[in-house]
């Protein structure tokens, strides 16, 4: 594949140099607003050339895939951008800034008729994979609760996660990792889950933006569960517990199973261990996405599927009392 690469973001190392240099597929440009930057990250990871703007990165006849990593504001307006140029997009998540701009991200993507991802890396790794095989095979029983728990040290106040304009807040960077493992749990559960009640609190000095948000949530089959995001905590945490009726699972560190490959399952024949491997779940998304690119296969994560969260995460952040994230309109010659 052809990529293009918006902005220099520090996750773009890990979520798409070495993911691309794995598959062999070519960095072709990368744009960022200081073309310093943009020269010192090509120079750093190999990207063949510096385009002059984000827009003539999106436009430019040779990339055939836009990647992006920038902040969560830019997301709705540079995907519609990449879209509307027959780009095909893997887009960092969320999709958009609220269900509004994301609804309009989905109509842009069946027009164009392009691959559009939204990188939800987790769901391609062994360790979601082995949650979900193990309730597929009937080991745990039925799915009877879910918690998923993304929880992370604050960010410094300067950070543009802490703001409002820029679709800010710890549901949007962190607890839509939750909403969406909870999500994907639906053919194990009757069907989608439904919001039952949310609350949460700001972060100091920022009026509007969630510092946390818990969710609770039900299941058509009566399973529930409960999704809880922290952007302030005291440590690192990005556990998944699924509970059934005969045991449960937990994946340790199911965002970043680089770090932490472990899956415990408790049953009543007792307590194992299950290690899944280390490889870069981002590395298992990019071949996710050149398999539907250049073979067809089957599409897991949509421009449907990322409209479906972003609706969950505004109905989230309405009943904890929060506004939805508003969206950041930009002037498409940056």
């Known amino acids: 594949m052809r990529i293009g690469v918006l902005g220099a973001a520090r996750i773009a190392e890990l979520s798409i140099v070495g993911p691309a240099r794995a598959g062999g597929h070519r960095l072709v440009a990368v744009a960022a607003r200081d073309r310093g930057r943009a020269e010192a990250f090509a120079s750093a990871h190999g990207v063949e050339r510096v385009a002059a703007s984000y827009a003539a990165l999106v436009t430019d006849p040779e990339v055939e895939v836009v990647y992006n990593p920038l902040v969560n504001g830019l997301h709705g307006p540079w995907n519609l951008a990449a879209l509307a140029a027959g780009r095909h997009v893997l887009t960092e998540k969320p999709s958009a800034s609220n269900a509004e701009e994301a609804a309009e991200v989905h109509r842009a993507a069946l027009t164009a008729g392009t691959v559009f991802m939204e990188g939800f890396h987790y769901l391609f790794h062994p360790v979601t994979r082995r949650l979900h095989d193990l309730l597929d095979g009937g080991e745990l029983g039925e799915l009877r ?43 194990w559960a009757g069907g989608a889950p439904c919001l ?24 058509p089959g009566g399973a529930t569960g409960t999704a809880r995001c922290h952007m302030a905590y005291h440590e690192w945490r990005m556990s998944c517990r699924v509970v059934g009726t005969r045991g449960e699972a ?51 994560l949509d421009a449907e599927d990322a409209l479906t969260t972003m609706r969950l995460i505004d109905d989230c952040y309405r009943a904890a009392g929060f506004p939805v994230r508003p969206r950041t309109v930009v002037p498409t010659a940056v």
């Open 196 to 219: 039952v009640a949310a609350r949460g609190a700001e972060r100091a000095g920022t009026p509007e933006v969630d510092e946390w948000l818990d969710a609770d949530l039900e299941f």
């Open 145 to 187: 609760h879910v918690e998923t728990v993304v929880a992370m040290p604050a960010p410094p106040d300067t950070d543009v996660r802490w703001s409002l304009p820029l679709a800010g807040g710890a549901l949007m960077d962190l607890g839509c990792y939750s909403l969406h493992a909870q999500r994907v749990l639906a053919p």
């Open 250 to 300: 937990t994946a340790v560190n199911f965002v970043q199973p680089h770090l932490d490959d472990r899956v415990v399952v408790r049953t009543a024949a007792g307590e194992r261990v299950e290690e899944l491997g280390r490889r870069s779940s981002y590395t298992y998304q990019l071949e996710a996405f050149a398999a539907q690119l250049r073979h067809g296969a089957p599409r897991l």
